[in-house]
Every structure is written in structure tokens, then in C-alpha cells.
């Protein structure tokens, strides 16, 4: 089995320079661990470092939390996979890269892909597993979806599509209850569904709402990764980033919704990073990310077991063993 890189998860390209070395994010997915009640999960991003041999890493969230990289992987391509352990379903607004005798560099992070219609907004949160067997993959997004008319919806699984790159569409095989959201308000938690029996040869390239009707919603998810504006990361009264923070290729400024105007009133990022040495639980977390990497693999090496059980030589789809509760989010950025 195989558990896919990070380089088949769409996003948009971001960089930064401290005019010697440049750092290039090309995306990053996350990975539960094997303890269904763990309060932490694997991130891993996929990052490519020009101009110098290393860096170090730190990912700071919404609330200002501070996570050291754990664990550094150079592919043979001259890319890294670096593994942060991070507690569940964090949202991040921004990574501190310090290249080898170099100044650090500021990235900000992605904003939450959206999209509308005239009675829901949809919120995608990203790929949270990824298992593979020698026949099919089977991928588990999360989402979060709003009610923004005047009627009770009733949302399911069913509403749900991925596609891949060539319109594909695959519906759910795991998911949620479905559940009544009444106006105005939104799922009470992060939602998961689980796609199996997706082909080998096909990438995840969109997910919709109610898919092929009037008001069906897509997010693509080469297009509709942005990054979140310096306001968000760095305050309302910021004007530039601490470093340069140009994404690969000009992209459209990001409007935050009224739930994200507390994350504008935080301080900004450069003071957490300074505080990097003070007291952080994270940092204890960090060391011992090996094991936990180490007891994800045996979780999804007896996934795949399961599957290969399922899926012997029969023309059906065979579920792969992938909880769909999801952990609500404290995070207050959310666009």
C-alpha cells in the first residue's frame, strides 16, 4: 500500500524569498492517527527549497500555536515532505521557513476553499485520508455546509459529488447522518465523506454540491486555492508581510467573511515565531512524531488488508475502514 504524496493534492502553488533562498508550497494533506480518540493528526506538506540545502520549519495556526516540523523527508525528485503533528482539525494562517544562513521567510497559508449559491454556502476543508490497494484509492474529504435561505435543508451524502480531472463524478460510499440545518445556521461540525472505488488513474480535481442541477455548487480545487490576505494574518492595520510572500502566479485578494474579523485583530505573526522558545506543548509533540507516523502506517497497512478482503477479484466497491465523525474546529479563520 501506499499512502499517495502530497504533490497529487491540488492547490495553488505558493513562495516566498529572503532574496538568497526560495521556498515553493505545492500543497499539504492530513492523515488521522491510529487512536480513533486522538486529539492530533499528521499534516504534511509538500514543499520545494531552491538556493539552499535546508531549512526549518514552523506552522502557526488561527490562535496563534506554534508547531515545529517533526519529521523531514527528501524525495529524489529534490523535493521535502515535511510532517508536522498538529492538533485536530486546526486551520493554519501561515508557515515560517528559515533557510540554512538565511533570514526567515513568511508564507501565508491558504485560505478555506468556498462556494454559494442562493441558499447554502459550502466550505472545503481539504483531503483528511488517503488510502490506496493495487485496484482502487479511497479519499476522505471534509466539509462544512451553511444554510443561508429562509427554509430548513436537509443535507446527506448524497448531496456530495468528486470529480476527477476529466469530470468523472464518484458519490460517497461513507459519510454522515443526514441532518436538518435550519436558516442561517450550518452543520454542527465538519462533516466527512469517504469516496471508494475511486480508479488508480484518476486525481481528485473538484468536489460539488447537488451536482448537474440549477443550483449546483463546484469547487475546483486547481482554482479556488487562494492565500489568505496579510489582514487576516497579520492584522487589520497591516500593510506587508514580514518577508516576501508572492504566490507563484498573481492571484485575486481574499475577502473575509464576519466570522473571520477576529482572526484580523490578532496579533501578528511575526511575535509568535519570536516566541518560538517559550513554553509551547507542541514542541513535546514534535519529538515523538515518529511513533505516531510509525502507528498511522499500521493503521492504513490494516485498512488496506480490509479492502483487499472486500475486494478480491469482485466487480464491487470495497469500503475502506474510515471514520466519518468529524472534530468541530475552534479556529476562527474560516474563508
Request: hydrophobic content about 40%; glycine content about 6%; aromatic content about 8%.
Amino acid at each position: 500500500m501506499l499512502f499517495l504524496a502530497l504533490g497529487t493534492v491540488q492547490a495553488v502553488p505558493l513562495q516566498g524569498s529572503d532574496g538568497n533562498a526560495t521556498v515553493v508550497l505545492f500543497g499539504a494533506s492530513r492523515t488521522p492517527l491510529d487512536d480513533e480518540n486522538a486529539t492530533h493528526e499528521i499534516l504534511k506538506v509538500d514543499v520545494g527549497l531552491m538556493g539552499a540545502e535546508n531549512a526549518t520549519y514552523q506552522l502557526i495556526d488561527a490562535d496563534n500555536i506554534i508547531y515545529p516540523a517533526g519529521l523531514y523527508r527528501q524525495l529524489s525528485s529534490g523535493r521535502q515532505t515535511i510532517y508536522f503533528l498538529t492538533s485536530n482539525d486546526r486551520l493554519m494562517k501561515l508557515i515560517n521557513v528559515t533557510p540554512s544562513g538565511g533570514k526567515p521567510i513568511y508564507i501565508n497559508w491558504w485560505a478555506t476553499p468556498k462556494g454559494s449559491n442562493a441558499n447554502l454556502i459550502m466550505r472545503y476543508y481539504g483531503i483528511t485520508d488517503w488510502l490506496i490497494n493495487s485496484d482502487e484509492q479511497g479519499i476522505v474529504v471534509q466539509v462544512r455546509v451553511q444554510n443561508n435561505g429562509t427554509k430548513d435543508l436537509v443535507i446527506s451524502p448524497e448531496n456530495f459529488t468528486l470529480l476527477d480531472q476529466w469530470g468523472w463524478p464518484y458519490q460517497p460510499t461513507l459519510g454522515f447522518d443526514p441532518e436538518v440545518v435550519g436558516p442561517q445556521n450550518a452543520t454542527s461540525d465538519r462533516v466527512k465523506l469517504g469516496f471508494t472505488g475511486v480508479s488508480l488513474q484518476s486525481r481528485p480535481a473538484a468536489l460539488a454540491y447537488d451536482y448537474m442541477t440549477p443550483d449546483q455548487i463546484i469547487i475546483n480545487f486547481d482554482k479556488d486555492y487562494v492565500p489568505l490576505s496579510d489582514e487576516l494574518v497579520y492584522g487589520s492595520n497591516a500593510t506587508t508581510s514580514p518577508a516576501s510572500t508572492a504566490p507563484v502566479q498573481p492571484l485575486p485578494a481574499v475577502a473575509p467573511p464576519a466570522s473571520d474579523q477576529a482572526v484580523a485583530a490578532q496579533p501578528a505573526a511575526s511575535e509568535p515565531a519570536q516566541d518560538a522558545a517559550k513554553e509551547n506543548a507542541t514542541t513535546k509533540i514534535g519529538t515523538s512524531i515518529k511513533d505516531k507516523i510509525a502507528a498511522s502506517k499500521a493503521r492504513l497497512a490494516a485498512t488496506k488488508e480490509s479492502l483487499d478482503k472486500k475486494t478480491p477479484d469482485a466487480n464491487t466497491n470495497g469500503n475502506a475502514s474510515i471514520s466519518s465523525n468529524a472534530s468541530n474546529s475552534t479556529s476562527s479563520i474560516s474563508a
